[in-house]
């Protein structure tokens, strides 16, 4: 049987609520390090790879 890993994959790193219900969130990607961004409102929401300068997806630098 196949074992559950207790750690959650995505990590809300920010996140950020309007008035008017709308909102965006980054999340890192545990794993990889990958950084997304999540941009949400009422009846609608997008998710994209941050990019970093050249053109890469952003990774979050690891945890000291």
């Known amino acids: 049987m196949k074992q559950k890993k ?5 990590r809300e790193r ?3 609520l309007e008035k008017d219900g ?3 969130k ?3 990607d545990t794993e990889t390090g990958v950084v997304y ?9 997008g998710l994209t790879v ?9 990774i979050e630098p690891e945890e000291r």
């Open 37 to 45: 961004l999540y941009v949400y409102g009422p009846g609608h929401g």
């Open 22 to 24: 709308t909102g965006i």
């Open 50 to 58: 941050l990019r970093d300068e050249e053109g890469l997806p952003a």
């Open 14 to 16: 920010y996140a950020q």
């Open 6 to 10: 207790s750690k959650r994959r995505f």
């Open 26 to 28: 980054t999340f890192e």
